[in-house]
């Protein structure tokens, strides 16, 4: 007697991390546009222990990565079963020239709705530090991101070794860290801050407010 077929569902939660690889025309494009100006200095900013963050210009930043923008979109309208909000706008971005014994305590991006992470520059000599890593855990250099306590049977966090090209965009307020490497060279990644163009009833941009950003999660996300 054939056994009767289960019928079931599983239900994924949490938020959207999403990475995609940009290629390399891109890569060279982007490292034209990142500069150690002293003038654009963006440590102020930033939770990073980290000696040189600045500033770069954040419309050409977008200008270079728009399709995977776009790519993000799709992914989004998946996930979330809706439309993306109206566009993005892109609020801030700045290149990170991380050294060895520098590192990025668990933090959030604030006031905003997303937030990117892209590598420029992953040399191969942190690659060969992570393979000898006999450690638990991510490693050095990795980036962790963190979406609750972790608990028996949950997924709360998910742990990446960067290479070069690998494209991380994500809920601005989900926790994540950078751990620290040894290795003698310089790992340059570009980070940067993205609100929903949301609209009110009149078709007029609704401004983010340091203090209104949580009313306008709610828009965004539901809930
Ligand atoms: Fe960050």
Redesign the pocket.
Known sequence: MKEEEIHYNYYFWGPLLFKATVNDVDLKKLKKICKKRKDWDYRHNLAGVIDNEYEIDRKEFINIVRRYISAYAQAFKLYYGKEMPGGLNIDSAWVNYMKKGES?PM?I?LPCDL?S?LYLDVPDELLEEQRQFTGKGGGPGSISFFNQCPAPGFVGQQVFKPKTGDFFIFPAMLC?SVATFKSDIERVSI?ANFSFRVVDENNKPTDISPDGWQIRQKDVWGG
Do not use: E, G, I
């Open positions: 990025n933090h991006h937030s992470v994540h980070a």
